[in-house]
């Protein structure tokens, strides 16, 4: 399985600070993408880094991608509580086929 | 329109019923997902539909039976049902199956079976 792995579980945090969560993952991918998901409902897509990109931005997000290491960063700059969600990453590897990590939590404290 | 809509919201179901969920979108998009999500977990794939044909079964038990009757709808259909398939169904949409795409989620079916 090319599931990613995420760290930390879950990142308590203040307003106005910045979060980082890790995905790792385990066979070559096509691209890969971040997803917000609020209370256990839809999940948002965030953000999709090709595998041949190393660093995305996209307003309050940076996105990183190390191939070599298979991992991948996401970092959301000046936090607000309503960034308060489950974060997970997901890899394609061919045709759509979406592998989900394991999601990190983060809270975010006004 | 990027919507993608799911109903019903909340669904409780015994063990010998038979009952569909039903997802839509008008997005004109020309693949289709249903994900299966337990509490506290990822989202895992069951099925991918790609031009209304059935492009992908994660070996998902036959209780399980996908449908596409059209490119704007896809449904869930549910028979004998165990306690352990309670879960968030989750359907998605992206433009077509190639690498670049991303998928637009619909806000989930809650599931119970009792």
């Known amino acids: 399985s090319q599931q990613g792995e995420e760290d930390p579980q879950a990142l308590s945090i203040q307003e106005g600070e910045n979060a980082t969560m890790n995905c790792s993952y385990k066979t070559s991918i096509n691209n890969l993408q971040w997803y917000r998901q609020n209370s256990g409902r839809g999940l948002v897509h965030l953000i999709l880094?090709?595998?041949?990109?190393r660093e995305k931005h996209s307003g309050r997000l940076r996105v990183t991608l190390d191939t070599s290491k298979k991992s991948s960063s996401l970092l959301i700059t000046a936090s607000r509580a309503a960034d308060t969600a489950s974060y997970f990453c997901a890899t394609d590897g061919g045709y759509q086929k979406v592998t989900f990590g394991t999601g990190t939590k983060l809270q975010v404290i006004p | 329109d990027t919507e993608v809509t799911q109903t019903p919201k909340h669904l409780v179901m015994g063990m010998t019923n038979k009952k569909s969920l039903k997802c839509e979108q008008h997005?004109?998009?020309?693949?289709m997902y249903w994900y299966k999500q337990k509490a506290k977990k990822p989202p895992e794939l069951m099925f991918v539909y790609s031009y209304e044909k059935l492009s992908i079964n994660e070996s998902v038990p036959s209780r399980f039976s996908p449908e596409c009757p059209n490119s704007s709808l896809l449904n869930l259909h549910l028979h004998a049902l165990q306690p352990e398939d309670s879960a968030l169904y989750l359907c998605?949409?992206?433009?077509?199956?190639?690498?670049?795409?991303?998928?637009?989620f619909g806000p989930g079916t809650r599931l119970t079976v009792l």
């Open positions: 880094i090709r595998s041949n990109e």
């Open positions: 998605a949409s992206s433009q077509d199956r190639t690498a670049y795409n991303e998928q637009f």
């Open positions: 997005m004109g998009h020309r693949a």
